[in-house]
């Protein structure tokens, strides 16, 4: 079956960095559009950063400049670097894997952002 799971969230203090990543099974990892969500309480889950099977990024308005998604399809995993972390920046963060009408979410890892 298919597995998205996310890792690396947590605590960290404003201006700090952080690094999520998110490994995959059960799908052809390579042939998927890869992205990052994240929902804060109270809000809609909203777009981070997508990933193409080329390559190609797209960013949120709030994060570019700060955030840098990658993926390794050797690995099947998929990241996303964070630095000068914001308390704005607080969410559950999402890793999502898109093909066609297939789509798959994984549970999700708390960014907490806070002095």
């Known amino acids: 079956q298919v597995q998205l799971a996310e890792s690396g969230g947590g605590l960290v203090q404003p201006g700090k960095s952080l690094r999520l990543s998110c490994v995959a099974s059960?799908?052809?990892?390579?042939?998927?559009?890869m992205g990052w969500y994240r929902q804060a309480p109270g809000k809609q889950r909203e777009l981070v950063a997508v990933?193409?099977?080329?390559?190609?990024?797209n960013y949120a308005d709030s994060v570019k400049g700060r955030f840098t998604i990658s993926r390794d399809n050797a690995k099947n995993t998929v990241d996303l670097q964070m630095n000068s972390l914001k308390r704005d920046d607080t969410a559950v963060y999402f890793c999502?894997?898109?093909?066609?009408?297939?789509?798959?979410w994984g549970q999700g890892t708390q960014v907490t952002v806070s002095s």
């Open positions: 999502k894997a898109v093909l066609g009408s297939a789509v798959y």
């Open positions: 059960g799908i052809i990892f390579r042939m998927y559009v």
């Open positions: 990933i193409t099977n080329g390559g190609t990024t």
